[in-house]
């Protein structure tokens, strides 16, 4: 094999692809922006919410046996308006409903004195304002009572500490980074995940399934190249754009994140420290690039099965989203980074991912994963390299992946 | 003359969708020699195209032997498509490369560098008169200009053989003159052309000597007036008949 033909497929490939609208949205342009418009998605829904909250102000009504202490500090409660109570209520939830519908209220606060006073909140939890008519009333109650049994206990000699014989503070001995590292391995894993796939369904679609429709393969079939010469030359190409998704996704995710925290300010910035040691860089890297090594491989061995776009699409769309599997899993898991995970291919490289960015760098199972990734990645090239040789995967009908194994 | 291809008992076997055997080719047998315009006439699904994928390499012979410009096909096929020009109706063009780019990549991949590359693509830019487009994408050019593109591209390395599968098929009065003119020019250089057609026009204005090949054996091989007296018929329509019988 020549190297210099490897290269010149490659320079073709790419060549072709960066002036191809649709890869470059998907390859380029959407790594890059994802995180800004995601955050900038989440910043206008926030401001949406919190703008219609100071507007949304709820509307409680309290009985008029409710204690002076209680409804000042209720009075005293910024997105609560207090309303006339019903005249006449019923004590019933068609009641309480009825009254609601037709005053346009929140919640009512019903106060009922005797032996032992009881306070009982109509609200409607399918609604925010109501919701937060609820939280308020909780907390002003809690403050009169806290205020009145300190009041008793003096009353009876004692002192306020005898209500908190005992206080519990704590000690939080995680570090900036350490904090930092546990968001990372949170987030990244399934981002990282995402774009490796991206950036090799994309490609393969174009340089595989394109190659077919536009009736390419037969024209580059008949140039002097030897076939391995091709065929290498859109791997590379395949694993140079899944691992350009991920770079450009690491670095918008990293410029996004430092303006972040730079807005947030110095007290967020103090707590919370975004880096990563080397090593765990080096190694996210490494694996990262056998991945897509192993990935690239798969999803051209797969789209060589479908002669149109559409095939394609139908073919390595549930592959796209079965490889993103591994990243939510690990995203909920609270699982160690163990051998049993490290043999099995794409759910060992997210672990992985969250393992290191946590901190955590088990050599073994990094060791294993790596193994295993480049033994799956030299079995499907080695079923690539058989099924080349077929006429019909370049030339005539469209051919399963059945076939395609069995060649 | 020297002969260019030999081609010797060729047969192509396929497996259908059901796993049933399909016998494209069965035993074809011709040779082609330098300066000369060979055509492979046929019917659709005659042979025609399967017999010159092997001939190109782009797929393997069930059984048979070919030499192209010396080079055997199933042993040598790197050696092959080196000397080899392939175009047919259905090898398609890079839309998304410019012509010169086309040229370009194609030149390289037949080991053409420096000097050597930029004088063949301007040689082909000039002799098909696509210059003024050597800066449009494929997709952006006329169906003639993409033809022209075509040609070049099989040709920028100066192939002594051109094998031609319906390189006319699907191109306008315009692009299919383009083409029958630069193979009575590729004659003249003294290339070998192997041409398939079912145009009994292209037949009789190109071709030397013709093998009619029908559902994948060579029934008559000649040159026109010969298979007109082997027939007795006087227009190349019915000579076809003649040797192939009515077919429904």
Not at chain 1, 269 to 276: M, N, P, S, V, W
Not at chain 2, 145 to 151: G, H, Y
Request: proline residues 4%.
């Amino acid at each position: 094999m020549r190297l210099s033909a490897v290269r010149r497929v490659a320079q073709k490939e790419i060549l072709e692809s960066v002036r191809d609208r649709n890869f470059l949205v998907n390859v380029v342009f959407l790594p890059i922006f994802l995180f800004p418009l995601m955050g900038f998605g989440v910043m206008q829904v926030m401001q949406i919410q919190s703008g219609a909250s100071s507007r949304d102000i709820a509307e409680l009504a309290i009985d008029r046996g409710t204690p002076a202490a209680v409804e000042d500090s209720l009075r005293a409660a910024e997105q609560l308006r207090l309303v006339p109570p019903p005249s006449s209520f019923d004590g019933t939830p068609d009641g309480f409903r009825a009254w609601r519908e037709a005053e346009g209220a929140d919640a009512l606060l019903t106060w009922t004195t005797g032996e032992r006073d009881t306070a009982r909140l109509w609200f409607d939890g399918s609604r925010e304002r109501s919701e937060r008519a609820r939280d308020d009333v909780a907390a002003a109650v809690d403050e009169w009572r806290l205020d009145r049994e300190k009041s008793e206990l003096v009353a009876v000699g004692l002192s306020e500490s005898d209500l908190e014989p005992f206080t519990i503070e704590s000690e939080d001995l995680a570090s900036a980074r350490q904090r930092g590292q546990e968001i990372l391995a949170a987030v990244l894993p399934l981002f990282l995940m995402m774009m490796l796939a991206t950036g090799s369904y994309y490609a393969a679609l174009d340089t595989v399934v394109g190659e077919r429709e536009r009736g390419t393969w037969e024209t580059i079939l008949v140039s002097p190249l030897a076939r391995a010469e091709i065929l290498v030359g859109k791997y590379v190409f395949v694993v140079a754009s899944s691992l350009t998704s991920l770079v450009l996704n690491l670095l918008s995710m990293a410029i996004f994140l430092s303006f972040v925290l730079r807005m947030l300010g110095d007290d967020l910035g103090e707590k919370i420290q975004l880096t990563l040691p080397w090593s765990a860089g080096l190694i996210v890297v490494g694996v990262a690039l056998v991945a897509a090594l192993f990935y690239a491989a798969v999803v051209m061995l797969l789209a060589s099965t479908a002669r149109t776009h559409r095939e394609g699409q139908a073919v390595l769309g549930p592959v796209y989203l079965l490889s993103m599997l591994p990243g939510i899993v690990t995203a909920m898991s609270q699982d160690p980074f163990t051998m049993k995970q490290a043999v099995v291919p794409l759910l060992n490289v997210a672990t992985l991912f969250k393992s290191v960015l946590g901190g955590e760098m088990p050599l073994g199972p990094i060791l294993v994963t790596i193994a295993v990734l480049v033994a799956a990645t030299l079995i499907v090239l080695r079923l690539a390299s058989r099924a080349a040789a077929r006429d019909d995967l370049f030339v005539g009908r469209q051919i399963s992946l059945k076939e395609l194994l069995k060649s | 003359m020297t002969e260019r291809i030999r081609v010797q008992d060729l047969a192509k076997t396929f497996l259908g969708a059901k796993g049933e055997e399909i016998r494209a080719v069965n035993g074809v047998s011709f040779a082609c020699r330098e300066g000369e315009v060979f055509g492979l006439l046929g019917l659709n699904g005659a042979g025609k195209t399967t017999t010159l994928r092997m001939l190109s390499t782009v797929l393997t012979p069930t059984a048979g032997t070919a030499l192209v410009n010396g080079h055997d096909i199933a042993s040598d096929p790197q050696a092959v498509r080196e000397s080899i020009g392939f175009l047919s109706g259905t090898t398609g063009l890079y839309p998304r490369l410019t012509a010169e780019e086309t040229l370009r990549f194609f030149g390289e991949f037949h080991g053409l560098e420096g000097d050597r590359l930029n004088s063949a693509v301007e040689r082909v830019l000039e002799t098909f008169g696509i210059a003024k487009y050597r800066t449009q994408r494929c997709e952006k050019l006329s169906t003639g200009m993409k033809q022209k593109v075509n040609i070049g591209r099989a040709v920028v390395h100066d192939p002594p053989v051109l094998i031609l599968d319906e390189p006319t098929s699907g191109l306008d009065v315009l692009a299919a003159a383009t083409t029958l003119e630069f193979v009575e020019s590729c004659r003249a250089e003294g290339k070998c052309v192997l041409f398939s057609t079912h145009i009994m026009s292209e037949v009789e204005r190109l071709c030397d000597r013709v093998a009619i090949i029908h559902e994948g054996s060579v029934r008559a091989s000649g040159t026109m007036a010969e298979l007109r007296e082997r027939t007795g018929q006087k227009y190349p329509e019915e000579v076809f008949r003649a040797v192939v019988g009515n077919v429904e």
